[in-house]
């Protein structure tokens, strides 16, 4: 469990600032996250990678020479936002294009996707190549829906490596890619961690049993079992990876391979030095030759007690890059040439704060909108615990917390405009992306969009017809429907759809007020089912069959949000 | 919860090879422990570093050009023996001396001592500093007994580096004692670790409570509190150091100090960073300068939840030194020349094992002195939950784990001489000698005293007389006072004394078999006192008063072990 805190809101951020006081002279603080502390050449690939917190040394702790640029570091177990993202990599970029790489999970997907194609669109070359070693997670044959695990360590070093020696974005992606092809992992779990402020941990396993191939963030595994010897479980670890060898890899008798054990936080070091000495005595009976074995933490789960066993299997062009010298917070090897220090900040440059000219009818809707947000955040923060909670059933309980930063933030964003003169349209953009930029994660990109998309319906002037609402709601719904979720995946989705097919439905005959109250209550009803469904919908996690088909007490907060509504409509109506 | 092993006694063994197989290009293993793999240059000191297993990285991962040159590494939470120290001493010693240091606790002061004199007396020039960085261990103005926790560090590396820039052996030992001066260390915890095959914990703290100044075994501290924030926990170690200025630092607006914030298992990263934070801020604010801060796990306690901050007051010299490369398994920092592998073992020579010439009466006597240790071994194997529990109460909880790995020992070396013709002398000088070198720790040492002492009375031809057995425990028990132990400490001594002089007494009236029982009664009553008394005695353990007053369960193992012969010397009168 985590102990030790001030505001557990407050904990990623302060977190962050003293990963940066303790590491000065490897990283310097950035909007979104870190980036190296020392300059690089002029045309050298800027390696980005990122997730949420909670991981450590992954991911701020990988960054320097040989390995990461920066990194995005988003709230705890949530992914960074696209802003994030976007910012880190501009503050690193240097003319050789920008280098995306982490592990394979939805809100990530989503976020440096979508910081990837503003890059671009900036003139900005970029490529990605996501980590997905974890063998547990889906089958063979779709292994594009694996999650990554440790073996981004394996994958980052490759790719840190080939920028390091001054390889083009092309290079360092087809190395990357080929470092992920010939990646897998395997891990076991033995108790779950607690986030800070909650009082319960995110999943539990039986006293004396282990949970086979769990997640780093307490995703279902494969099942359970008795907890065998050292040595039982050092063989479980290598026959199933032994089940995985990379098609190209000719002989396993003479291939090599880096071992990497990695420990995800209270399964401490004398336990896997004994594992670990069975391991290497299996590899060595199947003919495998071992180059450079890691045994410590290099991918965490704060406390929770895990082991995984990735297997690197080297090729000559792999092996090579493997001997760049290495020099960040958490992981030294070899030799680094010493790099002078950034002298001045090259963070990327401040949003001009122009507030838009709106006229007294639109200023009075974004004054609605204003209180609109006081009373969301009031909702939230009722409710906080029991969304946590709710997501703990099937996830990772972090929902309430990243709904909570999200809400706050948009809050103080929309008040600043509202009482700054800003329109209905600026008002709810401006929450819109404060939302997304500081919940980060898959909630804060999916409130953001559908925000921002009503948004611009809603114009700066004169008072907006409800059909304009409606069909904003319509058009963030189409929208969010992009983002790969479908009715049923016990997302927010399965809430949204009714919300707004009811809304535009009533709202062409009947007050808003009345409409809205009918819409919000289709919301609850849809999530109420979806609710019922979240304890058995744990296990579809594991498989990652859509990109946001990880279920969450997304449906629950949008009928909360809605509801609470009601009676501001009422007032106004 | 330590939750991954085969059979718990082989544990620390099979920790030491499977760290070597991850740790090839760093450590060679040596007969009791590791050796650098890297050549050193011909009249650098060599710095034999050491202690208990469960700490990782200390002290097997801090080997390597830049710290330290070699690992005696003990069995979980005990010291390693005389032997062992003495054998890796050997095994790295080339030309310059030996310097030892070792976190101040009496089993490592007791062994590290004695393999010094065995060192010196073999012309091999040696110098020690404990480390003593722990404010809560003792009184300022008890400074000397204060015990070593994560000071081991700072300590270590500069002693290092010293030895890596050439410094003769006075000079390393100079700077060392510099560097522990000028180092201070305060910590907190909030949950103990369980040791390999235990049921439960060392030690408890109540849920949302910390216990304060707790050592690194489960020692106890100073009292317990509510757990504060993290930003109050930053508080609380700061203003403790700056009440412990060394004294010879002139200001202390202006002084220079490495900080560490060292992580005893389960209390992670980010938690860490957390605080951090808040203690950069608290060494600002008042005047301090930091010099290369350090956050993470540098000497831990399994999976013990808990911190400690310490503070290395600088000056110019040491500063200097700090700037040294390092180049371990588990710490690296800089760079650091690339040093040639060892090429063929030099660990220390074999003994020769020759067994000496004896007659059959000496031999039937072998005969029954390894009897007796058969005896022995299935007294342990059966009491060895109920010594742990025991030792719980007061201490680490590895007594009956240490007497049993002792026993094994020393039953198989009996077992062995007296098959092979052993008189009666060398089976039990053999069985003292395995005891105390595979055993370790303070009870190792001491048995194998014992026992040694006691066969120099033996002989090897012909049938001892009672007087013989009785003059040889007299001797032993003088030999054994000479570690410090007096009766009341609640050790071994208490049931040995009353056991030795009934027997002295009896021994001249009555036969052999009717002393010995009395005298094991005498000591079965003498151990009942202590055993009461073990809970009360738990607090002591932090003062440190006598090298060998830490209170265990050694006078009940006394009077089990004796007891259990009775029926032997029946047997045999």
């Not at 703990?392 to 600043?416: F, N, V, W």
């Amino acid at each position: 469990m985590t102990r030790l805190w001030n505001d557990p809101a407050d904990f990623a951020d302060e977190m962050i600032d003293g990963f940066v006081a303790a590491n000065g002279r490897y990283v310097r603080r950035v909007s979104g996250g870190v980036a190296r502390a020392t300059q690089t050449p002029e045309g050298q690939v800027a390696f980005v990678t990122g997730g949420g917190s909670g991981h450590y040394p992954a991911f701020g702790g990988l960054v320097g020479p040989g390995l990461a640029n920066g990194a995005a570091m988003g709230n705890l177990f949530a992914s960074p936002s696209t802003q994030q993202v976007l910012s880190v990599a501009k503050a690193v970029e240097n003319g050789g294009g920008v280098f995306l790489s982490y592990g394979n999970y939805a809100g990530d997907v989503l976020n440096f996707d979508a910081a990837q194609e503003q890059l671009r669109a900036a003139g900005i070359p970029c490529q990605t190549v996501t980590v997905t070693d974890d063998v547990s997670s889906a089958d063979k044959s779709e292994i594009h829906k694996r999650r990554g695990i440790a073996g981004d360590l394996t994958v980052f070093r490759i790719a840190g490596a080939a920028a390091e020696r001054g390889a083009n974005l092309t290079e360092v992606t087809r190395l990357a890619r080929r470092a992920n092809d010939r990646t897998r992992s395997f891990g076991v779990a033995f108790s779950g961690c607690s986030l800070p402020g909650a009082d319960e941990p995110l999943f539990e396993v039986k006293p004396g049993h282990m949970a086979i191939g769990l997640g780093i963030h307490g995703e279902p595994g494969l099942g359970d079992a008795d907890i065998p010897t050292a040595d039982g479980l050092a063989e479980m670890l290598v026959n199933r990876l032994l089940e995985e060898v990379p098609d190209d890899v000719a002989d396993v008798r003479g291939a090599r391979v880096v071992p990497v054990l990695n420990g995800l936080g209270s399964l401490k070091y004398e336990e896997m030095f004994v594992v670990y000495r069975r391991i290497a005595l299996l590899l060595e009976e199947n003919g495998i030759v071992t180059v450079d074995p890691h045994v410590g933490e290099y991918c965490t789960s704060f406390d929770m007690a895990g082991t995984s066993l990735t297997l690197l299997w080297l090729d000559d062009e792999l092996e090579d890059l493997w001997d760049t010298g290495v020099d960040t917070p958490a992981y030294r090897r070899g030799s680094v040439d010493t790099s002078p220090l950034v002298l001045a900040s090259t963070d990327a440059d401040e949003d001009d704060d122009v507030i838009g000219d709106a006229d007294d009818a639109s200023r009075g809707i974004a004054q609605t909108i204003a209180a609109g947000f006081d009373i969301w955040r009031a909702t939230i923060d009722e409710n906080v615990d029991e969304l946590g909670r709710l997501d703990a059933i099937a996830g990772d309980g972090d929902h309430g917390i990243g709904m909570q930063r999200g809400i706050h933030a948009a809050q103080t964003a929309a008040r600043d405009a509202a009482e700054r003169g800003a329109g209905a349209a600026t008002t709810l953009a401006r929450a819109a992306d404060a939302w997304s930029d500081r919940a980060g994660g898959t909630s804060g990109a999916i409130w953001g969009a559908i925000l921002d998309t009503v948004a611009k319906t809603l114009g700066d002037v004169g008072v907006p017809e409800p059909a304009a609402l409606a069909k904003g709601l319509e058009n963030a719904k189409a929208r969010v429907a992009t983002f790969g979720a479908v009715p049923g995946d016990k997302t927010l989705v399965d809430s949204l759809d009714p919300f707004i097919d009811t809304f535009a439905e009533l709202s062409e005959r009947q007050s808003l007020a009345d409409a809205w109250r009918a819409a919000a209550e289709a919301a609850t009803d849809a999530a109420a089912a979806t609710a019922d469904m979240l304890p058995q919908m744990g296990r579809a996690r594991a498989h990652h069959e859509r990109a946001l088909g990880t279920p969450d007490p997304g449906a629950h907060s949008l009928a909360l949000l809605v509801t609470s509504l009601n009676d501001l409509f009422n007032r106004k109506a």
